[in-house]
């Protein structure tokens, strides 16, 4: 079983940055992706950003230019640096990895609200 703990999360201003992080830890095979979704109320969970084993990533336009995403496959670890936040990146984000034959986990998610 593959355990994903996020951390930073929170309220910040718009414009403001915060930098969110998930470390994968337990019987971690091989990692196709890690990368980060969100859900805000009412609407479906969507794909923000991923990073592949290859280094190769991927961005939501909505976030392209203020986002980044950066994984250190050794610590199996990701994180994803906001900046220039508005309040309609409000949402829980969600640490996603997924492992080559496709198997699956999430993390618990943690809540960023931009809001003055």
């Known amino acids: 079983q593959v355990q994903l703990v996020e951390s930073g999360g929170g309220l910040v201003q718009p414009g403001g940055s915060l930098r969110l992080s998930c470390a994968a830890s337990?019987?971690?095979?091989?990692?196709?992706?890690m990368g980060w979704y969100r859900q805000a109320p009412g609407k479906k969970r969507e794909l923000v950003a991923d990073?592949?084993?290859?280094?190769?990533?991927n961005y939501a336009d909505s976030v392209q230019g203020r986002f980044t995403i950066s994984r250190d496959n050794a610590k199996n670890t990701v994180s994803l640096q906001m900046n220039s936040l508005k309040p309609e990146d409000t949402a829980v984000y969600f640490c996603?990895?997924?492992?080559?034959?496709?198997?699956?986990?999430w993390g618990q998610g943690t809540q960023v609200t931009v809001s003055s």
């Open positions: 990073a592949f084993s290859s280094g190769t990533t």
């Open positions: 337990g019987s971690i095979f091989s990692i196709y992706t």
């Open positions: 996603n990895l997924i492992e080559p034959y496709g198997q699956q986990y």
